[in-house]
């Protein structure tokens, strides 16, 4: 589906075609960036 903007590995989707993350500021973030990194961390290294 999408890709991680942070360890660009690729992120898996539900049955409905929504992604196992999150998006931070219109930007696809993976759950194991967001279990290593604060909220803060990756809104710097996403901008």
């Known amino acids: 589906m999408v890709?991680?903007?942070?360890?660009?590995?690729?992120?898996?989707?539900?049955?409905?075609?929504?992604?196992?993350?999150?998006?931070?500021?219109k930007k696809p973030v993976c759950q194991a960036c967001q279990g290593k990194f604060s909220i803060k961390e990756i809104k710097e290294k996403v901008a």
Not at 3 to 18: M, R
């Open 3 to 25: 890709k991680c903007t942070i360890c660009k590995s690729q992120i898996q989707g539900t049955f409905l075609e929504k992604i196992n993350g999150t998006y931070v500021n």
